[in-house]
């Protein structure tokens, strides 16, 4: 292997020293993706420029000459293989991206307010059950993992008995430890789950995405088949994993800076929002977005960087976040940061996140919700063991076991 070239640990047990190595070596640097060598972009005015650049594309099928071989070898095949707005380019692109579009505009975000609150406040009266009995508590299996994957399945009309089957498949496009034979039974599963779920909606349709999608489907013949699960996939996967990594992140961050916490309690109504911009600054629940590519050979001769001609490109957004040359003592977590809200978390550009508002609401009013029924709210355990999610791409921890500070008293005079 090529010295120049920084081979990502799959299983991301170094994020934070990783992105550092990763900025090291320059705005634009070789990166080892899984066996796949790409340019990597940690610089946030890099990422900005070539995020907006007309020659940087994410269709595989047109700009990436080994796309063929690739989909047979790669683990995060269903990356760039789906047919959806997250792969296309151009016209195809905002195409496609409108019709799901104003599902996720600020007017409907914000009529899902209820929704959310609704939701949290269930999830956190079992949370404080389990807590009373004594069982231990995790943040994230309890209330991060649920509140996400309810408010999705309320968007797209899935009802409960479907809810179970789809969470595991989903989990698992995230996670960068699979070999290539259990990443595509996993996507092939998830595919033919949803293409059931399809049939199931078109014989009982409601006011929801799902139903709103097929009647573009079977209307005007906008959407192919393929377009059509593949658009779910999408929905139901950057909708999930990025929400549950963005609460666990905020929270973890807030419990393990108990003064930025004090700050945020005395005006929460404007201050949880900005713990949440500055988490996703500071730890961007999507480490990296798999791929783009040259469309033709883009020259940055200020940093000596020719990329190639369909050589693969990766945005390295959590790399970005913590960039001295944007953002001053980048490793400190401060709600009152001035620019915390300039970070790259939800991308740039055209393919900029549909879900931003969506997100940043549920991490709100969880937040906001959780550290008021949990007043005295720890870390339970020591924070080096904390072990983040098996993922290159999803920045998390896999557990975050919390208690009440006066039980984890009692249990140590014990
Ligand atoms: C904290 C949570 C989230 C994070 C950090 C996040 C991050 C991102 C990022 C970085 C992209 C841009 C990908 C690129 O570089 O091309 C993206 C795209 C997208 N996100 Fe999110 N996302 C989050 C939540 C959501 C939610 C809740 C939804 C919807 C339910 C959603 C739907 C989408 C869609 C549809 C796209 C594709 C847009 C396009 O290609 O035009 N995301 N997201």
Not at 32 to 52: F, M, V
Not at 318 to 332: E, I, K
Not at 378 to 388: G, K
């Amino acid at each position: 292997m090529n010295s120049n070239v920084l081979v990502l640990d799959p299983k991301a047990r170094d994020r934070v020293g990783e992105d550092r190595e990763l900025r090291s070596r320059g705005p634009v640097a070789r990166v080892d993706l899984l066996g796949l060598e790409a340019w990597a972009i940690s610089h946030p005015a890099y990422l900005k420029r070539l995020l907006t650049d007309d020659r940087v594309s994410k269709d595989a099928r047109r700009h990436y000459p080994d796309f063929e071989q690739t989909v047979q070898r790669w683990p995060l095949w269903l990356w760039i293989a789906v047919e959806n707005m997250f792969t296309a380019y151009g016209t195809d692109h905002r195409a496609l991206r409108r019709l799901v579009g104003p599902a996720f505009n600020h007017r409907r975000t914000k009529a899902m307010r209820p929704v959310i609150q609704t939701i949290t406040d269930r999830l956190l009266a079992k949370m404080l059950a389990k807590e009373k009995a004594g069982e231990l508590v995790d943040l994230r299996a309890d209330f991060a993992h649920q509140l996400p994957m309810d408010v999705i399945h309320h968007l797209m009309g899935m009802p409960r008995e479907w809810q179970e089957a789809m969470a595991e498949p989903v989990g698992k496009v995230f996670d960068t430890s699979l070999d290539m034979g259990a990443a595509l039974q996993n996507g092939e599963a998830l595919k033919a789950l949803l293409a059931r779920f399809v049939e199931y909606k078109r014989a009982h349709p409601g006011d929801d995405l799902t139903s709103d999608l097929i009647r573009a489907r079977d209307g005007e013949m906008r959407l192919s088949e393929q377009q059509l699960v593949d658009t779910l996939l999408l929905v139901f996967s950057a909708g999930y994993e990025t929400t549950v990594g963005l609460i666990v992140n905020t929270n973890r961050n807030l419990l393990e800076h108990p003064r930025q916490l004090e700050i945020v309690r005395r005006n929460p109504e404007e201050l949880m929002g900005a713990a949440v911009q500055e988490t996703l600054r500071r730890d961007a629940s999507v480490a990296v977005l798999p791929l783009r590519y040259a469309t033709e050979p883009i020259d940055l001769p200020e940093i000596s960087v020719r990329i190639g001609q369909g050589e693969p490109i990766l945005a390295a957004y959590s790399a970005a976040g913590r960039h001295p040359a944007v953002f001053d003592q980048p490793d400190v977590f401060d709600v009152l940061r001035p620019d915390s809200s300039s970070h790259l978390a939800f991308g740039h550009g055209a393919h900029m996140c549909l879900g931003a508002p969506l997100a940043t609401e549920e991490a709100k009013i969880a937040s906001t919700s959780f550290h008021k029924a949990f007043p005295d709210a720890v870390i339970a355990v020591d924070t080096d063991e904390l072990v983040p999610v098996e993922s290159i791409v999803s920045n998390s921890l896999q557990e975050l076991p919390i208690a009440r500070e006066s039980a984890m008293k009692r249990r140590r005079a014990a």
